[in-house]
């Protein structure tokens, strides 16, 4: 059973420009969660996806977007990208009424922003 | 808003010595403290979750504990495949997960 996918592993965008990051649940999952890492910081919530709608979102400004497809899988959408973008992306599923211990995450996408 | 902080951020161990690392809250309406694992580049790993003050969770050299302020991983005679950093995340009303920084545990041989 592969478990969360993301692609791609590593990106490098120059200011200005907007990049899309992809998500892959684990099978069985339907909730699909993004999370930004900073360097040496906690993981930081942006938004949850379930049944194709945003549900949930964190602090992030309207530049963060996203999309879930009939298949629960998932993109995350910078526009406009800062230097302060840089980050881990991570993408966690879970299945939808159950709680944060059953969020399995990814390992993430280095995005670096130059 | 709901707030996490943990302590120390950056722990050193020699093998066989053990320790804690802190965990102190603040949330509206608790509805779960979690502790997770991450390696470099990695995602992080589920650990424990703990939802009420007095319940305690233990795991191989590993035990959390939870008061009605913060929580503490216990580590016991930790091993060098223990040095990670470890994240505690607090679930509050809304639903939303917030993250403390991690305490990065390096244990030498």
């Given at each position: 059973d592969a478990g969360v996918t993301q692609s791609p592993t590593h990106l490098i965008k120059t200011r200005g420009q907007q990049v899309t990051l992809r998500c892959s649940p684990k099978s069985g999952h339907d909730t699909v969660s993004w999370y930004q890492q900073a360097l040496g910081q906690g993981p930081q919530f942006i938004f949850q996806y379930y049944e194709e709608e945003e549900r949930q979102r964190g602090n992030f400004p309207d530049r963060f977007s996203g999309h879930q497809f009939p298949n629960y899988s998932s993109e995350l959408n910078v526009n406009?990208?800062?230097?302060?973008?840089s980050a881990l992306y991570l993408c966690a599923s879970s299945l939808a009424?159950?709680?944060?211990?059953t969020q399995y995450f990814g390992p993430g996408t280095r995005l670096t922003v130059l | 808003e709901d707030q996490v902080t943990q302590s120390p951020e950056a722990l050193r161990l020699q093998e066989g010595e053990s320790s804690s690392l802190n965990c102190s809250y603040t949330v509206s309406g608790l509805r779960g403290l979690f502790w997770y694992r991450q390696d470099p580049g990695k995602g992080p790993e589920f650990l424990f979750t703990l939802y009420s003050a007095g319940e305690e969770k233990e795991k191989e050299r590993l035990k959390a504990t939870l008061t009605k302020k913060e929580s503490f991983l216990h580590i016991t005679a930790p091993k060098p495949e223990d040095s990670a950093t470890y994240l505690c995340a607090v679930r509050g009303g809304y639903q939303k997960v917030t993250f403390g920084i991690g305490t990065k545990l390096q244990v030498i041989p």
């Open positions: 406009a990208l800062l230097l302060g973008d009424g159950t709680g944060p211990d | -």
